[in-house]
């Protein structure tokens, strides 16, 4: 900030009118060009604000600020009283002498008064006079970068982080200020061309200049600075930093605003260079609040708010501070409406939950910084919207609300950042779901425990590499030695979700099997039509299935067609069709010694999958549910034992279906107990109207006593056997692939699997068998879909008993025999 006696700035920003009432006859409109402003002790501030007669005739006015006693800071007015002819405009001005009563980062707010002498009408304007706190003060304070350098020097994670740092800084070379016009999914817009990263590279640079004193760094950190912030050329020519949206611009004005904090206590930056940088920044600024909207709760609004919040608090502009705070849309409302009450973030995918939960820490920790606290506070529940800014509820198949329990009043930061740990792997990934792949640990565990301790946190810190900036900066030296929190079975209920984790005994958590299931949230526009979907199988670190094994980008037909369909999913999926999504319960949840239980249902109607169609916006032609299509009820119930899972399904109609049993895993080896009907198709349909027309190279058969179909991945393996129906039609294709392998998504030895019937009422009955080296399965019968006996080697034997599956009141049971000795028994108990 300018450090001159008298602080002017002209840079117009909010054109808030502050009304006594919205009557149309009212002839007062008080107005202002910005409403906070910042300057040392015993600096002058000039606010500006004008006064509108809206009357036909003259008015005269007077001006005074309430309740002058009660300010430390001395306030002189220019005019008291003052006559304005009709339908002009009176342009006035105050000043506010900065108190050393207030404290450093302290403020003061003065509220300007007019009133109509003849009407006696009133009209306030709040001015909020802040107490000029020296920069960096964001997350890069003197206390902390003390602390981080002593970390670096004694610490052996700490000093190999810094290294990291050092040679990324190094490396690094200023990108290209270019201008961008081509076409996004359904729009064309010119924009710079940078990347959202290009922020986060930015600040990384900085940061290296505060550890080493290296002005090299220092140098290329002011060059892209300027660049962006060129008047002529840069942010303020096109009004867009980034060829992404809003989830893109957010990320890079954080960083920018982080960056400049840096630069600013430098002092490196001429008067003309901070104008400019001040500019663009309250540009960006007017274009977020633009997009503000009380039904656009969602990563992208959630992002682009966290970055107008850190950009107004390093302007020190209170005003704008609490309008991105307080306002609809803003950061409050974000939080109380799309954190559940489970703690999730309501769209459910892994990258979104922590890409709003990083976004939310690091907006905590700039505010403990400044001296506020965010991190602890609690906010009053609001109901979300089940609709969203551009879409309807229901377009495309996607809701936009939060089902399950209300849970508590208030939501808090404090909720998200202990609410996925429950659903992680034993290497605190978090598992897939909805348009998202495995979660590797995020950064902003660091601060999470740097704040709220916890051993769960503690642990998901310990399997990190802790090689971020973050962790330089805000990691705990020694961590504890802690065990690992979620070793047992588990659910959350709002993201609906659920891990049966075998309970072997003194066993590796790497040598347990891990299957997850989904009955909760949709998600909005990144939910998947899924429930009773098995989203993830994992043994011995091994990743069987995720969400998103397909993936065609957001621009591409197949993204609704194939990535978010049913068909691509390890569920039933009923006449080829697309499944509604709705409120689904999970109606028994059992853990015992060895056997974890679930049982998820819903009952939905199916449709047509959203047809792409460039030509609209949001690009999808959408299509309604038949209206003589009854919902169907589809219940899954899951066991897993130490050895192997189990899987039965019920589904029932009103109307005759065409159910198909599908399971997608990686490297056919064989399929057994079937016989082939035609030759190999180059489509599982030819229908383009369906997503079945992804899957490729299908292969029609007849079973009549049901099948063993053998998979294997390097040296894991998967063994399914389908035991119920014992007569149907099994298919076998090549699952959809979107283009270029990447973990989990488009590997071409992926494959489906199916078993087709077409009835009212059918159950399916499945036993799975994860494994490595040779099987443990020796033999299985089953007389019914109801029970099933699986002959173990060693001699062991267990069977397992289905009661009242077509009701209401299930009940498993378990018996574990060895040498035909019974040892065990569990039965489990309805929720």
Known sequence: MPTKNLIV??????SISAFANNNNNNNIILSNVQQSKAAKVNETIRYAFQIKNNHDTEQVYAIQIKNPRTLACQVTIKDTLISVKGNQVYHGEFYVK???????????????????????????????????????????????LKEAKAKAENVDWAKQNLDGLIEFANAYKVPERKVVDKPRPVKRWKSLAYKAADGEALFKVVLAYKFTGNKVYLNKAVKLVNDVCDPEEGYLSLG??????????????????????????????????????EKSMRLYLKQDKAHMDPIGIMNHQASANV???????????????????????GLIDQMTKGIMADGWWFEGTPGYCYLVTERLCLT?????????????????????????????????????????????????????????????????????????????????????????????????????????????????????????????????????????????????????????????????????????????????????????????????????????????????????????????????????????????????????????????????????????????????????????VVIADYMKAPQKHTYDWMLHPIGLQSINGVKAKGTLMPKLSEDLNSQYKYFTNAQWYQTKKGTKVMFQEKDMKLDVHTLWPKKAEVFTATYPNGGAPRGIRNNPDRATYGVRVKSEETQFLTVLEPYKGKSSIEKIESNNANEVVVYLSGGRKQVITVTNFKQ????????????????HTETTIQN
């Not at 949206?245 to 008067?271: K, N, P, R, W």
């Not at 209401?808 to 040892?823: A, Q, S, T, W």
């Open 9 to 14: 700035l002209v840079i117009l920003f909010f």
């Open 808 to 823: 209401n009141d299930i009940k498993i049971k378990i018996e574990d025999y060895v040498n035909g000795k019974l040892l």
């Open 307 to 329: 970055g107008a919040v850190i950009t107004s608090l390093f302007l020190q502009d209170m005003a704008a501070v609490n309008h991105f705070v307080e306002s609809d849309g």
């Open 364 to 644: 905590a920790q700039a505010f403990e910084n400044y001296g506020w606290n965010l991190y602890d506070r609690r906010f009053p529940t609001r109901f979300k919207s089940k609709d969203f800014e551009n879409a309807k509820e229901g377009f495309t198949g996607m809701k936009f609300d939060i089902w399950g329990p209300t849970g508590s009043s208030t939501r808090g930061l404090k909720d998200m950042v202990s609410a996925y740990i429950p659903m992680m792997d034993e290497d605190a990934n978090l598992i897939p779901n909805n348009d998202g792949t495995v979660a590797k640990p995020h950064e902003f565990y660091e601060l999470a425990y740097r704040h709220f301790n916890g051993n769960d946190l503690a642990w998901v810190v310990s399997k990190s590499k802790r090689d971020s900036w973050e962790s330089l900066l805000y990691g705990v030296a020694e961590l504890p030695e802690v065990k690992d929190p979620r070793t047992e079975s588990d659910y959350v209920s709002n993201v609906g979700l659920v891990a049966l984790r075998s309970q072997p005994k003194d066993q590796n958590p790497k040598d347990q099997i891990q299957a997850y299931f989904k009955f909760g949230t949709h998600g909005g526009w990144h939910g998947h039509l899924d429930r009773t979907g098995m989203t993830a199988l994992n043994r011995y670190g091994h990743k069987y299935f995720g969400t998103e094994m397909v993936w065609f980008g957001y621009g591409d037909p197949g993204y609704k067609e194939s990535v978010q369909a049913s068909a691509t999913h390890n569920m039933v999926v009923v006449d080829a069709l697309q499944q509604e999504a709705l409120p689904s319960i999970q109606t028994l949840f059992f853990k015992g010694d060895i056997m974890q239980a679930t049982v998820v249902q819903t009952e939905a109607r199916w449709r047509r999958i959203p047809i792409f169609n460039k030509e609209l916006f949001p690009p999808w032609n959408d299509f309604d549910f038949d209206p003589d299509f009854k919902p169907v009820l589809q219940r899954r119930l899951s066991v897993v034992t130490n050895d192997y």
């Open 240 to 277: 867009a930093a980034t060829t992404g949206v809003q989830v893109h611009e957010g990320f890079f004005f954080m960083y920018l605003a982080l960056t400049c904090d840096i630069l600013y206590g430098e002092d490196v930056l001429s008067e003309k260079e901070r104008t400019n940088i």
């Open 98 to 144: 900065v108190s050393n009563r207030i404290p450093v980062g302290g403020q003061e707010s003065s509220f300007l008064e007019i009133q109509n002498k003849d009407s006696k009408r009133k009209e306030t304007l709040e001015f909020i006079t802040v107490r000029y706190k020296p920069h960096p003060f964001l997350l890069v304070t003197g206390e902390i």
